[in-house]
């Protein structure tokens, strides 16, 4: 069985390919490349018709949203690494309740903190006010995140993945801000999940694909990817 990832570098889809490749399932990539803005294009869009970034074909049909493609992939080959509690494991709610805290909350108001006229329109001093605002409800996130990941956490599921990639943006983008709020040795159980995903194989590999650095996680530097543009 193979999968198609439709990626960008450094974007949501580095959360996929970590799972993928921790899974260590063979899958082929395709650029969906944002300098002609290729996810809005009719192609890409029967994918994934909201046309954001990834999207995965699978033998049934293409497959989108971050979240999504990896507790699907996750369940399907649990026998290859368990990424995800069982069905009816006690601790299946607990893992699904902060799955989707990072996706539907970290991860949408990281957006919005990102593309910031999304939520103050074109005034600049808006968006300005906006930035602060999302900065400050994404530092109680990562409040709790912290007393979440505790120390000795040693296991890896798609939880610590998808922590340890949001912890990567929030140091280069959007590239033209002050990025002095966020400082990862506030948050030194956050700081130790980074350094451990970023150690794993699946980490070098993915870094090595998209021009990540040795250290994308716990010290990120502006992505170099041999194809591409993560803006």
Not at 16 to 29: G, N
Not at 94 to 106: A, I, M
Request: some cysteine; overall charge negative.
């Amino acid at each position: 069985m193979s999968y198609v990832l439709h990626y960008a570098p450094d974007n949501a889809s580095l959360v996929v390919r970590l799972v993928l490749e921790e899974l260590r399932l063979p899958y082929q990539t395709a650029l969906v490349d944002r300098k002609v803005s290729a996810q809005h294009g009719a192609a890409y869009r029967r994918l994934n018709p909201v046309g954001r970034i990834p999207a995965l074909e699978t033998p049934t049909g293409p497959i989108f949203e971050t979240a999504a493609i990896c507790l699907w992939l996750a369940d399907r080959h649990r026998d290859r690494v368990q990424l995800s509690p069982d069905p009816d494991a006690p601790y299946r709610g607990d893992f699904l309740s902060w799955l989707f805290f990072l996706s539907n909350t970290v991860h949408a108001e990281m957006r919005t903190l990102f593309y910031p006229a999304l939520v103050a329109g074109d005034d600049i001093e808006q968006q300005g006010t906006a930035r602060l605002q999302i900065e400050a409800s994404l530092a109680k996130h990562f409040d709790l995140l912290n007393t979440a990941f505790a120390s000795g956490r040693t296991k890896t599921d798609c939880c610590d993945i998808y922590c340890a990639v949001l912890l990567r943006w929030p140091v280069l983008y959007p590239v033209d801000a002050d990025h002095g709020w966020f400082d990862l040795s506030r948050w030194p159980n956050l700081q130790g999940l980074a350094q451990r995903i970023e150690a794993r194989d699946s980490a070098r590999a993915a870094a090595l694909a998209e021009g990540l650095g040795p250290t994308p996680l716990s010290n990120p530097h502006p992505a170099t990817p041999p194809e591409g543009s993560a803006l």
